[in-house]
């Protein structure tokens, strides 16, 4: 059976890394604007996203997420029927449903991609969720030229929504922590708070978790205080507070509207 035939959209980081993996598994077609034709590349570098798009059986669009709705109306016209577009850009749930009721009344499939983990470190093997009827495909035609797609099912969006939500946790804790050590080193205690650190993600557990969720529930007015006071020392340190004071509104309005739902588990 014949190869199908790939059109990347993007080669930037992620795009050179997923390039530089299908080159050689499958015919490929490679455009960026950024990036002019006969240039170095993994696979064809070529003009527009017309040249690269039409024919293509798969389109795999990783281009920034502000670009994505872009890509998908200029390829519309070129597409194929039945063609597999797979946007893995980082975008809202609903800027992917909007690329589906772009592109699939013109017979092409929509498969909203998410890439879960950073790629430089896995590579093409770096784990993605697909969303969209046609998810099993996509995940079918990747597994075999050594991807790691699940499906999930669901609609575009499903998948963006996952990643974002882990987005707001993971990246969130990138910003407590980089608030959290800038104090600590204003404060002469960049060491100890260094250890202790440590010691609390390494000890980091379930139980943990649900503790967290249901103190702030428990003892929300007198943790909006503590979270007050230690707004007074950033701002005394010379250190904004953007994320501390953010952690007190927060804290505040769950003292007034409730906690999320929660596991039903004793810490």
Known sequence: MQDPQVALLGYGEVGRILAGGLA?????????????????ASGELVASNAAAVRGADVVIAVTTGADSLTAGAESLPHLKPGALYADLSTGAPGDKRR????????????????IMAPIPLRGLATPVLASGEQAERFAAFAGARGMAVTPIGGAPGDAAARKLLRSVLVKGLSALLIESRRAAEAA???????????????????????????????????????????????TALGVPATMTEATTATLDHATRAGLPPAPDKAP
């Open 24 to 40: 050689g598994r499958v015919p490929l077609r490679v455009y960026d604007p950024a990036c002019p034709p006969g240039g170095p």
């Open 99 to 114: 690329l589906a009721e772009v592109l699939e009344p013109g017979g092409a499939a929509v498969v909203d991609g998410a």
């Open 188 to 234: 002469g205690l960049g060491e100890w708070f260094w250890e202790h650190l440590l010691e609390t993600v390494q000890n980091a557990d379930e139980a943990f978790v649900v503790r967290l969720l249901q103190g702030a529930g428990q003892h929300g007015v007198r943790r909006v205080h503590e979270m007050e006071a230690a707004t007074r020392m950033l």
